[in-house]
């Protein structure tokens, strides 16, 4: 045994050996293969567990589908819930360290992110939730991930313009989520379902590690390859670069709307929005704000971009971003 193997390689061979099921044991050799130090005194153990390795994928093709329902969730907080879905080592977990106060780990191995990571980054004066989840790779993504993807309310999908297999990256990536029924679509209406059980999911891909060298051919390649149909960012969670976009990209997906609420008298409270979906009106805000509130709503006074200063609505009134509400019941 050659003396030099690191403390994440040990780790990953102790994963390695407690591994009860197939995708565990890949994953494992996968990151073993990446952290064994390459030189002449590994070489039989290289070629021990590529020869392992290969056995695990022939197991892993043989078994069945794993199925749904391990009961790992996140709870859904903040404005809406979005979900970070990519291959290995693009930077998933790299990019939610940068956008929110949360600390995922980040290593040059792959599958370094084992169990979700909810996180709130915050735009403006709302929360977005980001949820940091394991990589998606054929025959390697557990049920309970494709769960949570199908769950959330967004997919912020994450490729890694340092890659020389980008497109195949892009391709393995959309492939798997099409078999688990989630059509991936940059607008509403841009995909046709076609099968039972299919939904569509609204997504925005981001190209990341921008500062590598090769990053700006490949996001062109990128954009040739997607033509639209997503919308596209390019940013460095090293650098930093770019980063400032996604905030409010992911806020203009999202189609929701602040409204402000103020009494009579009093000034509105800019720092407690209540976000409601696009196409609200003053009585669903009101259900919304408080269940007696709408019962007995008589109007409203609105100070905002829809409607003159203080004018009074009525209950079909539609919100509109930024109003002031005053409700009178
Ligand atoms: N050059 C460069 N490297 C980056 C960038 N973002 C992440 N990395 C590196 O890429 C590797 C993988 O980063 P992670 O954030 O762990 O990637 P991940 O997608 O979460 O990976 P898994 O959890 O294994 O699926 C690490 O070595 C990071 O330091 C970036 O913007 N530029
Ligand atoms: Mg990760």
Redesign the pocket.
């Known amino acids: 045994m050659p003396a030099n193997l690191s403390p994440q390689y040990l780790d990953a061979e102790k994963r390695y050996r407690q591994a009860k099921q197939p995708p565990e044991r890949v994953r494992a050799l996968e990151e073993m293969l990446a952290l064994i130090p390459k030189h002449k005194g590994t070489e039989k153990l290289q070629a021990d567990l590529k020869r392992r390795l290969s056995k695990a994928k022939a197991e892993l093709e043989r078994r069945p589908a794993t199925k749904r329902g391990t009961g790992i969730y996140v709870d859904r907080e903040g404005i809406g819930q979005v979900v970070?879905v990519?291959?290995?080592?693009?930077?998933?977990?790299?990019?939610?360290?940068r956008l929110t106060n949360a600390k995922?780990?980040?290593?040059?191995?792959?599958?370094?992110?084992?169990r979700p990571l909810p996180a709130m980054l915050e735009f403006e004066n709302v929360k977005i939730q980001l949820v940091?989840?394991?990589?998606v790779a054929p025959g390697l993504v557990e049920g309970w991930v494709l769960g949570i993807i199908r769950n959330a309310d967004r997919i912020l999908w994450?490729v890694?313009l340092?890659s020389d297999d980008l497109l195949e990256q892009v391709e393995t990536t959309e492939t798997l989520l099409v078999q688990a029924k989630m059509l991936p679509g940059g607008a509403q209406g841009s995909v046709e379902l076609t099968e039972p059980g299919q939904v569509m999911k609204r997504t925005m891909i981001v190209g990341?590690?921008?500062?590598?060298p090769e990053a700006p051919d490949r996001f062109l390649l990128l954009q040739e390859h997607v033509g639209g149909r997503f919308p596209l960012l390019m940013?460095?969670?090293?650098?930093g670069t770019g980063l400032e976009k996604i905030g409010h990209q992911l806020y203009e997906a999202l189609e929701v709307l602040r409204i402000y609420t103020k009494a009579p008298g009093k000034a509105a409270d800019f720092s407690h929005p209540v976000s409601l979906p696009r196409g609200t009106t003053l009585l669903e805000a009101a259900e919304v704000i408080h269940k007696d509130f709408a019962a007995k709503l008589k109007y409203a006074r609105v100070w905002g971009a829809g409607k003159f200063e203080g004018q009074r609505v009525h209950r079909d009134y539609m919100v509109h971003e930024g109003d002031i509400i005053e409700f009178h019941i």
């Open positions: 970070l990519g291959g290995p080592n693009v930077g998933k977990s790299a990019l939610v360290r995922p780990e980040v290593a040059d191995y792959p599958f370094t992110t084992r940091d989840l394991p990589a994450v890694d340092g990341n590690k921008a500062d590598l940013v460095s969670a090293l650098a």
